[in-house]
Nanobody
Framework: VQLQASGGGLVQSGVSLRLSCTAS????????VAWYRQVRGKERELVAS???????SYTESVKGRFTISRDNAKNTVYLQMDSLKPEDTAVYYC???????????????????WGQGTQVTVSS
């Protein structure tokens, strides 16, 4: 199983970006997914998360500006980021709880995976 984060870039303050987090490989089910961000020298911060049922939650600083959603058919979770601010600048990572079938047993196994990170830079 691989988790790929994409969609980052260099943008001006006030514009939008949409990040994608896609699971590939032997994915049986993609469960809870979260987006984190990290500024160099600081701890990784939870930005938003989404449950299996599609319920999203957000850290206070992004409420009303960011929207997390999922497309289960594509094993993809999105983070729509509107009204971006310079303080949103960070490397964004996704983390997902993914069920895959163990070949030897045929039983599902759940593991946590991290994407490689995508840089978001917002200029003032």
């Amino acid at each position: 199983v691989q988790l790929q984060a994409s969609g980052g870039g260099l943008v001006q303050s006030g514009v939008s970006l949409r990040l994608s987090c896609t699971a590939s490989g032997s994915v049986f089910a993609m469960n809870g997914v979260a987006w984190y961000r990290q500024v160099r020298g600081k701890e990784r911060e939870l930005v938003a998360s989404i449950s299996n049922s599609g319920t999203g939650s957000y850290t206070e600083s992004v409420k009303g500006r960011f929207t997390i959603s999922r497309d289960n058919a594509k094993n993809t979770v999105y983070l729509q980021m509107d009204s971006l601010k310079p303080e949103d600048t960070a490397v964004y990572y996704c983390n997902a709880e993914i069920d895959s079938i163990v070949p030897d047993t045929g039983k599902p196994e759940r593991n946590s995976y991290w994407g490689q990170g995508t840089q978001v830079t917002v200029s003032s």
